[in-house]
C-alpha cells in the first residue's frame, strides 16, 4: 500500500525543520531536498518513509533508522518473552481515552461541510495508542490520519522529531499527543511547535503521565502535575482535562517499581513484575470510581489535556485560580 505521505496535497504541507522552507521529493521518491539553497539540507527516505529530522536538534540521526538502531519503540523484546508477558493481568487502565477520543472527533467535526476531510497529526503514532483504534477506523471519510513518530512502527507514514516538525504554519485541524510529552527532552519547545502547525480553532489532544516510574529506558524525562500540564498547553483554550489513568494505577505502578528495586537481576526482576501483575491488577478498576473525586487532580496516574488554539493565552494568575483537586 502506498504511504500517504507521498499524497500531492501531504507533501505541499511539509516543510524543511531546519529553515522551514518547502522541500521537494525526487523523482524516484528517495530522498527530499530544502529549496533553500543556503540550507540545502537533503533527507532520507527508508522502505518508503520520509525520515524529516533536524539532526543538528534531535537526539536521534537518520543513521539511526538506516541501521534501525533502538529508537524509541524499537528497543529490542524476545518475542517468547512478549508471549510470557502478554499472559499476565496488566496494571494500567486509561479509563476515559476512549471517550475523550469521540469528544476530540465531535468537536473536530463541528460545523464540518460535507465531503470536507479533516487532518489530524499524531505524533507518537508508531503504534496505534491506547484506546484510539475506534476513532481511527470510524471516520475515513471526515478524517485524515497523519501517523508519524521517532521510530518504524506499522503505523508510521514520516519519521519526525516533535522539536522540530517538518509542517508548514497551520497543516492540521487536529494534532493528538498520547504519552508522547514525557519522553520528549523539551515539552514546551514540542507544544510550540504543535502550536504552529495547527490551524485556528484547531483541537488539540494531550495524555502526559504524573506518577509515574521510569518507563522507555533512556527515552524518559519529565512528568506533569494537573496545571503543570495545563501550562504547557497555556496559549490553546480548554475545553475539557482532567485523569485519564487514576490513583489506583498509580499504586499499582508504585507497588510494582517498589518490589522490582529489590534486585537488579533481570529474571528476578520478571518474576517480581510477574507477582506486581497477579497481585496488584485489580487496583486500576478503583479509578473507574476514584477519577471522578476531585483527589485524582492531585493523585493520578496521567492527565488529559483538550484544548482549542483561539489565540488566547492562560496567564499564570487564571492557572493558580483554576486549581480544582481536593487540598
Ligand atoms: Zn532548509
Known sequence: MGNKIFDKENL????????????????????FKCLNESCNVSFPVYNNIPC???????????????????????????????????AFPVLSLNVSTKVNYNSFAKNLLKDNIAGEKKKVLVLGGSVIGKGMSEILAKYPDSIEFVETDVSFGPRTMLICDGHNLPFKDASFDGIIVQAVLEHVLDPYACVSEIHRVIKMDGIVYAETPFMQQVHGRQFDFTRFTHLGHRRLFRHFEELESGAVCGPG?????????????????????????????????????FDYFLTKKKGALDAASGYYFMGKKTGRTLTDKELINSYAGAF
Open 12 to 31: 505541499e504541507l511539509l516543510c524543511c525543520p531546519v529553515c522551514k522552507t518547502s522541500i521537494k521529493v525526487n523523482e524516484n521518491k528517495d530522498f
Open 52 to 86: 524529516i529530522l533536524n539532526e543538528q536538534n534531535s537526539i536521534f540521526s537518520n543513521e539511526d533508522f538506516a541501521r534501525e538502531n533502538d529508537t524509541f519503540f524499537k528497543l529490542s523484546e524476545n518475542k517468547i518473552l512478549k508471549t510470557v508477558k502478554s
Open 249 to 285: 494505577m498509580a499504586l499499582a505502578w508504585s507497588y510494582k517499581y517498589f518490589l522490582i528495586s529489590f534486585s537488579n537481576n533481570k529474571s528476578i526482576r520478571k518474576v517480581l513484575d510477574g507477582f506486581a501483575r497477579i497481585t496488584a491488577f485489580y487496583l486500576k478498576y
